[in-house]
């Protein structure tokens, strides 16, 4: 615990303000405004460095490519059509191309090594695990080095994508406003989720599909809906943002003359979708097994970028569409004129080429995304079986690019089990929403095929796999009861004018490890604990008050919040107890413990199997409506006095759910769902009616 320095007041009164908006852990009594208020301004805070973020990772990597193959290979790969010219240029230096990227690996492989290896691969992943198993934790570190390593391995002519990065870096800074703001796990996992979702967003031009992706890139069959509003807020901002300094165009242009016009084609859709999944297979089997193989060799980490730099170099040489991130080679491809200049053969092994190529790029421990070049293995795919079956089979479209299109959204859409983020990313990145209902059916499949295979190891299954909700869902009553169904009411109290000795007798004598300071006024001004005292022991004179070494700014906890809630703040912050205060003036109200959860727990489940017993086989199912002028409006649950053998299990309230509890208050509007013996039937609807409330039978559970 430390002395409050000379600034403390001026800190104080900065917090006071982030507090009124509620952006500290003990203020979850916030209105909805509040909520709103708070989640915009950190959406916006996120958003503006997703957008610059992007600015940088986009403008480092057009300088890198000009440096490492403009100049020294003496060649340009194509661009797509929203990012300037689409036309290749020459390759006047072959022989140097497996040299250049070679020693982009050497680079970006010394940079990430010596610096901060957990910046290898694709960043996306590690963000992803950063919100699982880190509590949001991101170092700091990684936002600079992953932005420079990733421009080398790129620019220099590695397959991967941009996308990683950027998302690596904007979550890292999000965690970084967490940490800085002092917010909770939660929260910081949050703001993490909406640095991935803003981050993508921005640099794809894609802010709708992006702010879906924060939610669904975190696990493979289920998503994680409070990062949805923020990261609307977030990715709009950096779009904005990146928009005003590269321009508003689609990345592969505006396409609206694309359109589905022929049902008949939904059966090539449907055969496109199966083998985008099967593509989507091999592609994340063979980029893990690439990284075991790695990972298995006996050489220097730095030097393994190296071995694969050389070998893409190589490959580029034969298959120059594999350099990069390969978007321009995919707008070629979308081209049908520029399409009949690449030989079939060429065109059947690009899906393939680009696999291994960013397998050994990226697997091997160089720095980028793996989203981009998913995109451009499936739209090659679409473009192959376009290509092979044109003019062969009935009602095939006149050009490739739907094809193409719907292909990159199956592919990756599936192999990521991001369908829904993916479709609309595409959708955005080509200007045209016309040929969603066949991409539906190819993207569903294509996920189908892929089972729960995933390009992104970090992802888990559900939420309730996830260490960011394992009390909610290892202890599910947990959320159904409050703070003051189990904190201590008459907690020992010590004032600030306490001194050490004295403080340290109390607690002794009450066999405490700590309590709370309040003033005068009953209002919470620290918190001082037996390790306090003993740790400043030796410094500090016994007759001096506890003023001087208690800390001010301590973890409190409002009456209102939910104990999965207050257990996930005590674990995270490794505190056996802490205060529960109410209003801006933080009035103490008592504390809360973990063995007082415990307990309420255990007292909780006892009382729901006794209620659940006094059920019969035929029980029956009521809802209850609380009509205005109700005498059982403002009253909580616990006052209805209802009969033995009545369950309240539920209270639907603005179009929301909310878990009864004895403290429940009913408020006009409300439907309450019971269930009750049909021997309490008619005594609980002649008591609601008498009371104005209109009553309904919904079923009879009968066995």
């Keep these: 615990m430390s002395v409050p320095s000379a600034d403390e007041p001026d800190r104080s009164r900065r917090r006071a303000v982030l507090r009124q908006l509620g952006f500290f852990p003990g203020d979850t009594n916030a209105t909805r405004s509040q909520y709103f208020t708070r989640w915009a301004i950190l959406g916006v805070l996120v958003g503006i460095v997703a957008g610059l973020a992007a600015i940088t990772f986009f403008w480092l990597l057009e300088t890198g490519t000009h440096l490492f193959l403009g100049h020294l290979v003496g060649y340009l790969p194509p661009s797509p059509a929203g990012e300037g010219d689409t036309a290749a240029t020459v390759m006047q230096r072959r022989w140097a191309l497996p040299l250049v990227v070679a020693f982009g690996g050497l680079l970006s492989g010394l940079i990430v090594f010596l610096l901060a290896p957990e910046a290898e691969g694709h960043g996306t992943d590690a963000a992803i695990d950063s919100f699982h198993h880190k509590a949001g934790r991101v170092r700091t570190r990684i936002i600079p080095i992953k932005t420079i390593a990733s421009a080398i391995t790129i620019g220099s002519g590695g397959s991967g994508g941009r996308e990683g990065p950027t998302a690596q870096i904007a979550s890292g800074v999000g965690s970084l406003i967490g940490e800085l703001l002092h917010l909770n796990p939660n929260e910081r996992r949050i703001l993490v989720a909406t640095g991935i979702g803003s981050g993508i967003g921005a640099i794809f031009r894609a802010p709708l599909g992006g702010a879906v992706l924060a939610a669904e890139i975190l696990y493979i069959h289920d998503m994680e809906i409070e990062a949805l509003y923020p990261s609307l807020i977030a990715s709009i901002v950096g779009y904005s943002i990146f928009g005003a300094w590269a321009g508003w165009e689609p990345i592969f242009g505006a396409q609206p003359d694309l359109a589905f016009s022929n049902p008949a084609q939904l059966f090539y859709y449907a055969v496109l979708g199966l083998l985008c999944g099967i593509f989507g ?346 009509e205005k002028g109700s005498r059982l409006a403002g009253k909580a649950l616990r006052e209805l006095n209802l009969p033995t053998g009545t369950l309240v299990v539920a209270v639907q309230r603005d179009g929301g759910t909310v878990m009864p509890r004895g403290n429940t208050k009913l408020i006009p509007g409300d439907v309450a769902t019971l269930i009750t013996t049909p021997e309490s039937e008619a005594m609980l609807r002649n008591y609601f009616s008498q009371n104005g409330a209109t009553t309904e039978v919904k079923a009879a559970l009968s066995p």
Excluded: C
């Design 281 to 626: 297979i091999i592609y994340a089997k063979t980029f893990y097994g690439t990284v075991r193989i790695s990972q298995r060799l006996h050489l220097p980490h730095w030097s393994k970028p190296v071995i694969g730099g050389a070998l893409v170099g190589l490959l580029g040489l034969q298959i120059p569409e594999v350099l990069g991130t390969g978007y321009g080679w995919l707008q070629q491809g979308m081209d049908i004129n520029r399409l009949a200049t690449i030989p079939l053969w060429i065109l059947l092994l690009i899906p393939l080429a680009k696999i291994v190529a960013t397998s050994l790029s990226i697997g091997t421990g160089g720095s980028g995304g793996i989203f981009g070049p998913g995109m451009v293995i499936g739209a090659f795919v679409g473009i192959g079986f376009w290509q092979v079956f044109h003019g062969v089979l009935p009602g095939m479209p006149n050009e490739p690019a739907p094809f193409a299109i719907v292909a990159m959204m199956a592919l990756f859409g599936g192999i990521a089990h991001a369908p829904l983020s993916v479709m609309l990313m595409v959708a955005e990145m080509t200007g045209n929403l016309s040929l969603l209902a066949p991409a539906m059916i190819a993207v569903g499949l294509a996920t189908l095929i892929a089972g729960d295979n995933s390009i992104y190891t970090s992802q888990l299954p559900t939420r309730a796999d996830s260490p960011a909700h394992r009390y909610q869902f290892s202890f599910p009553l947990l959320n159904t009861l409050a703070v003051i169904d189990a904190m201590s009411t008459s907690p020992t109290l010590l004032s600030p004018t306490t001194t050490i000795a004295e403080a340290e007798e109390i607690l002794a004598s009450h066999e405490l490890h700590g309590a709370p300071v309040v003033d005068d006024h009953k209002r919470l001004v620290g918190v001082i604990t037996i390790g306090d005292i003993r740790h400043r022991a030796d410094t500090v004179n016994p007759s001096a008050t506890i003023d001087s070494i208690m800390t001010r700014d301590t973890v409190t906890i409002t009456n209102d919040a939910t104990l999965d809630f207050v257990f996930e703040a005590l674990a995270t912050h490794e505190i056996g107890w802490m205060p529960v205060v109410e209003g801006r003036e933080k009035k103490l109200i008592g504390t809360v413990s973990a063995s007082d959860i415990v307990s309420t727990y255990r007292a909780s489940l006892r009382w729901t199997v006794r209620r659940m017993r006094g059920l019969t086989a035929d029980t029956i199912m009521l809802e209850t409506r609380i």
